[in-house]
């Protein structure tokens, strides 16, 4: 067991785990030290982490503080994170490209939405024209750009176009995990909205079944898995079915609001758990997870 290899490579950069500590927080205090405590886990066990949507860290200069985490994981995979709706907004490549240096990334999230905007009284409801904008940010940032959901899954179709358009990498995102249409039931300001809300509290293509349609509409593209992963059985699943990295959030929120040694611990747990599931599958690497049979039927 002691021979099982997890590392994977995303981008040029070697990952020891294939984990992604998905994006969540900035723009406060609190902000500040999670992203600090998930930094330094990360650092220590050289995993990925995204930051959370930026646009505060933009529009507010004195908060950009709270995502910068170089200082203490300057070898990390390090994603910023901007909300495409925001291109519609006003944004450009050069707010992106503000984005990716205000932290040093390496690549930039853009995370896709419309459903939690679609339910919000003041919600960005305007995405005409979107995949133009994104396809001219993925050819001018300078950096690799990923196409992500936040708990409702990307489809097949979606993929091709969003591939078509140049982004390096999508992460499906899938429903599972947190649902934030719940959330936005929970700050309506009115009866109506909350009963919008709940409405599509269920709404969305499971991570699974989002991360097949993914893997066969855009083979070529590296994908990230996330959206109800909980545990290292979960993160081999996900391996298993063609995925680069996992992507966790509440685990890790958990842990960084303790301390970032709970980070590590958090970090260790899950590589213990996908390498006990590997070495009991007879796979060595990452690579040999994936082949048909190793523990899913019909492979990728």
């Not at 009115?190 to 989002?210: K, N, Q």
């Not at 006990?276 to 492979?299: H, K």
Request: glycine share 10%; aromatic share 4%.
């Amino acid at each position: 067991m002691a021979q099982v290899n997890l590392a994977v490579e995303l981008f040029g950069h070697a990952v020891q785990v294939p984990l992604l500590i998905s994006s969540m927080t900035g723009g406060t205090e609190v902000a500040e030290r999670i992203n600090r405590n998930l930094a330094i886990g990360a650092q220590a066990r050289g995993v990925a982490m995204g930051v959370g949507s930026q646009r505060t860290g933009l529009e507010v200069g004195e908060t950009a503080d709270s995502f910068r985490v170089r200082d203490v994981a300057p070898d990390i995979l390090l994603f910023a994170n901007l909300g495409a709706a925001q291109l519609n907004k006003g944004y450009t490549v050069d707010h992106c490209r503000r984005a990716v240096d205000m932290i040093e990334a390496d690549a930039l999230i853009l995370h896709l939405n419309p459903l939690q905007e679609a339910v919000q009284a003041d919600g960005d409801w305007d995405w005409t024209g979107l995949l133009d904008k994104i396809e001219q940010v993925c050819a001018a940032v300078g950096v690799p750009v990923v196409a992500k959901e936040v708990g409702w899954g990307i489809n097949g179709p979606l993929a091709r176009r969003l591939a078509d358009a140049g982004v390096a990498a999508i992460d499906v995102a899938g429903s599972g995990g947190t649902s934030w249409t719940e959330v936005e039931y929970h700050r309506a300001p009115s009866d109506r909205l909350r009963r919008i809300a709940r409405t599509f509290a269920d709404w969305g293509i499971p991570t699974a079944e989002s991360l097949i349609q993914v893997r066969q509409a855009a083979p070529e593209l590296p994908t990230i898995a996330s959206g109800g992963i909980r545990d290292g059985i979960d993160v081999a699943k996900c391996i298993a079915l063609g995925a680069t990295l996992a992507g966790l959030a509440s685990p890790f929120l958990r842990a960084a609001t303790v301390s970032d040694e709970a980070v590590i611990d958090a970090i260790d747990l899950l590589a213990d758990e996908l390498r006990i599931a590997m070495f009991c599958a007879g796979a060595g690497d990452v690579n040999a997870l994936r082949e048909p049979g190793r523990l899913v039927v019909g492979g990728q």
